[in-house]
């Protein structure tokens, strides 16, 4: 089994994008980053980098996204860790060999350019988590940059 290289990032569900930037920016002093839509996941998102590590603000593009469901069911707050990896296909093989549940049978494209994938917080006591592969999805081209 290889190691996760790093935490890439941490999910936190909010109502509105809008309304938290200014503490991660403002109050916590964090770097913005910038805006993207993953259609794929019905998400917002906005990022906020600290050194080496992103915050991630996902906020639902619909009801029927997985992050409307959390806030309905649990409320705001930590949603997901996501921990960077190499060769992505490869490691979910490993943790399906090891008996870990996963939401994600194979790599999807995530934001920033990333392949990614869930574990099921069933496998990592309630902990959602995410691996992601940096750098192999092409399609990053909508990547909002409102720093200005
Ligand atoms: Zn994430």
């Known amino acids: 089994m290889k190691r996760a290289t790093g935490i890439n990032h941490i999910g936190v569900a909010v109502k509105s994008i809008g309304e938290q930037t200014a503490f991660y920016r403002d109050v916590l ?6 805006e993207e839509t993953v259609a794929d996941q019905k998400v917002r998102v906005a990022f906020f980098r600290c050194a080496g590590v992103r915050i991630e603000l ?10 409307a469901r959390f806030i309905e069911k649990r409320g705001e707050g930590l949603h997901h860790v996501a921990f960077t990896v190499e060769d992505l296909p490869a490691r979910i093989a490993e943790l399906k060999r090891e008996g870990i ?23 990592s006591r309630g902990v959602l988590t995410e691996l992601c592969e940096p750098g192999t999805v092409s399609d990053t081209a909508d990547l909002t940059d409102l720093r200005g």
């Open 29 to 34: 002093g964090l770097e913005y980053e910038g």
């Open 58 to 67: 996902l906020e639902a593009t619909g009801p029927d996204s997985p992050v």
């Open 101 to 123: 549940q996963m939401i994600d049978d194979r790599p999807r494209p995530g934001a920033h350019g990333m392949a990614i994938a869930f574990i099921h917080p069933k496998s």
